[in-house]
């Protein structure tokens, strides 16, 4: 059930949450992983592949069955299709000798992954930061985004509580916060984290919540003061701190299954699980589990909005992800057309069209389905289909489908990508108000 603040912090003397503090401040920088087993990638490269035939669409499936040394963001599947693939140093002249042989249309857009994952780390502040310095310059550990939270409840303790879901697979708490100012609000659910390696998600989160509490804009005080809002930054928070202690490429949980560890949370859902999307091999990076709903912290999730979903009137639900810059609605697993599709599509147009006016980024909406590539067993389709949660978006945050970045954001790109972000989700939430779903 939802906890009423029955975790917050004591009051550090410290106000607000924004700390402009330059990184300069942080002498010490905490090496990337407390042991030496970390995940290398020097001299990996990354290639943007197009499929112009059938025969390119078979070969890229083939070797992504027969190579674990081939990483693929998303699957081959039709022709016209665009893909990126993270290739191991080892396997890059093999590689290259078959776009040749097949006459593959490519662009490489990194020659050296591990100089990307190198300058990323240099961005993050050591685990033992205060959550009080946490900002949105740098990236922080789970610990230090806890204690922010604990710390933002501290300052604000009168509408913030904590509220927590029980602990992850490897029993680690995951924790959120609830603002409200009003209980017969409606809520907003901001769901963040799920995959591991998508780091400017948790940061675009703790950043909505600030925003939230801090923004002078009269715009931005009623956003807080008409809706309730429950926003988890990390929902695998096992995967999460792997990231930063082995590999930063991770995306799934730490679940254990015989030589392979790992569920992709986001196919483990029981809504259409495992139908398409989705893989049943324990080494893929979308392996769906076991069976549906298999995972501890998919069980937390479920439960958690199986108990408040009504009593706390969560209206509309929202994952963050990256990267690609879209805003997506259901289904994943089909093209068939939920009820308040043209809302949904309207909504989320509407949002892309504010990102685009604020910082000149393009980014698409449609269903998932339509927009990024077909896959089931997601949390938003869940919630939508199983809590009737009406409004529902997957967020893929910066940066452009064919970044040579990928998951590594630069940090200098977390503010103005959680600042676009936010004012996305203020005109969903806006227009959907406008729309009657909040009554």
């Not at 030496?36 to 001299?43: L, N, S, T």
């Not at 999730?301 to 408040?308: G, Q, V, Y």
């Amino acid at each position: 059930m939802l906890a009423k603040g029955g975790l917050s912090a004591e009051n550090t003397g410290n106000t607000g949450g924004n700390a402009d503090e330059s990184s300069s401040q942080y002498a010490v920088k905490k090496p990337f992983g407390d042991s030496k087993d970390v995940a290398r990638y020097d001299h990996y490269r990354v290639y943007s592949v197009m499929l112009d035939t059938n025969q390119h669409v078979n070969l890229f499936q083939k070797l992504e069955e027969q190579s674990d040394s081939l990483t693929f963001m998303g699957h081959a599947r039709e022709v016209g299709q665009r893909l990126t693939v993270l290739v191991a140093a080892h396997k890059v002249a093999d590689f290259g000798i078959l776009l040749e042989i097949y006459g593959v249309q490519h662009r490489i857009l990194a020659l050296n992954f591990q100089e990307k994952i190198d300058r990323n780390m240099k961005e993050v502040i050591p685990a033992d930061a205060a959550g009080a310095s946490l900002d949105w310059k740098h990236f922080f550990h789970l610990e230090t985004i806890y204690d922010w939270l604990e710390h933002m409840v501290a300052q604000y303790p009168t509408c913030l509580s904590i509220v927590e879901m029980g602990n992850s697979t490897h029993g680690v708490p995951i924790k959120g916060l609830k603002l409200s100012r009003k209980s017969t609000n409606k809520t907003i659910f901001i769901e963040s984290g799920i995959h591991a390696r998508e780091w400017i998600a948790p940061a675009a989160a703790t950043y909505l919540i600030n925003e939230l509490l801090t923004a002078k804009h009269d715009a931005i005080q009623k956003l807080a003061n008409d809706f309730n809002w429950i926003v988890f930054p990390c929902v695998n928070p096992d995967g999460y701190k792997y990231t930063f202690e082995h590999d930063r490429m991770w995306r799934k949980n730490r679940q254990l299954f015989g030589t392979c560890h790992g569920v992709d949370l986001n196919r483990n859902y029981p809504d259409h699980w495992n139908t398409t999307g989705a893989s049943s091999d324990p080494s893929r990076y979308d392996y769906a589990g076991p069976s549906a709903a298999s995972e501890i912290e998919t069980m937390r999730l479920m439960d958690f909005l199986k108990a408040n979903v009504e009593n706390e009137q969560i209206r509309t639900y929202i994952a963050l992800h990256s990267y690609s810059q879209m805003i997506m609605f259901p289904y994943g697993y089909t093209k068939e057309h939920v009820p308040n599709y043209n809302d949904l599509q309207e909504l989320g147009s509407n949002a892309a069209n504010r990102i685009q006016e604020i910082s000149g980024r393009k980014y698409v909406s449609g269903s998932l389905i339509e927009t990024i590539y077909p896959s089931s067993g997601g949390s938003m389709d869940w919630a939508y289909s199983n809590m009737k949660v009406p409004i529902a978006y997957t967020f893929e945050l910066r940066g452009p489908s064919d970044s040579s970045d990928m998951f590594i954001l630069p940090a200098n790109e977390i503010e103005p990508t959680a600042h676009e972000t936010f004012e996305a989700i203020r005109t969903i939430v806006e227009g959907a108000n406008e729309k009657g779903y909040y009554k």
